[in-house]
Nanobody, 122 residues
Framework: VQLQASGGGLVQAGGSLRLSCAASGLSFVNYNMGWFRQASGKGREFVSAVRRSDGSTHFADSVKGRFTISRDNAKNTVYLQMNSLKPEDTAVYYC????????????????WGQGTQVTVSS
């Protein structure tokens, strides 16, 4: 299984980025897809997830109203559109695949990508 995240970079506060995560080696439609992030010196935290069955979504309070998540099952890809970025959004962003919906702990996601760096300057 491979999850290849891309789209990170350096952006000014208030700007936007779109992350992509291309999956291979798994039956994409059968997995919930999530995004997590880890800032320097901190633990990995949940950002957003999209459900396998109906495409419903869930967001961390810190990103609600600014981030959107979507999936394209035909392309085996999940996206994270990040708008109104803040310096506190700076982190390495990871995509992940899992089976259980309703728990957004990293332990519920069995497959992980390599991460992409997002840096937001003030």
């Amino acid at each position: 299984v491979q999850l290849q995240a891309s789209g990170g970079g350096l952006v000014q506060a208030g700007g936007s980025l779109r992350l992509s995560c291309a999956a291979s080696g798994l039956s994409f439609v059968n997995y919930n897809m999530g995004w997590f992030r880890q800032a320097s010196g901190k633990g990995r935290e949940f950002v957003s997830a999209v459900r396998r069955s109906d495409g419903s979504t869930h967001f961390a309070d810190s990103v609600k109203g600014r981030f959107t998540i979507s999936r394209d099952n035909a392309k085996n890809t999940v996206y994270l559109q990040m708008n109104s970025l803040k310096p506190e959004d700076t982190a390495v962003y990871y995509c992940a695949a899992g089976i259980v919906w309703g728990s957004y702990s990293p332990s519920q996601f069995g497959y992980w990508g390599q991460g992409t760096q997002v840096t937001v300057s003030s």
